[in-house]
């Protein structure tokens, strides 16, 4: 699902147009500015799920910043661009991801469009979701591997009996290795 989406326009008829489409695909916040400069500070402190860029913009062409903002993997990107210069900047913009419309607009087309933004972030989120965890067992290995080599160390336990003590310690405790890892290692690090 979208929740937040930014567009870029400096073009009053497409935005209106795009707030419009956007209402109806039931985005919760969208934030509307005219300049990628403008538009580059304030996602230095909020991210959006959807960057909606019409070009041309009063700063630049747009397509520069759409294959910036793609590039970084947090938000879908549709770029807006005249129907003269599709074919040359969507050649250039889809390797980065971004999805290319020509002007003038079609809703039917910059509908799907919408769509297929919001199946990329639904999947891109449930990736970074999926990632997230990946890290968090990688940190809680870590954690539990330190505290066995503290238990070998100190407790002269072989790898498998300090294995066994942190399992066995967490159900008596009925707590998470981790937990139990890191309470071995608040002891014996001091």
Known sequence: MIESALIISCQEKETTLLKEMLNTASVRQFTVLDTCESAG?????QDFDLVIVNSPLRDESGERFSRYIASKGVSQVILLVKNEFFDSVCAVCEDDGVLTISKPLDKVLLWSALSLAKAAQNRIKKIQAENTQL???IEDIRVIDRAKCILISFMNM???EAHRYIEKQAM???SSRRIVAEGILKRYEN
Do not use: V
């Not at 500070?41 to 402190?45: A, E, G, P, T």
């Open 135 to 137: 890290k968090q067992k």
């Open 158 to 160: 072989s790898e498998q």
């Open 172 to 174: 008596d405790m009925r």
């Open 41 to 45: 500070r304030l996602m230095l402190k």
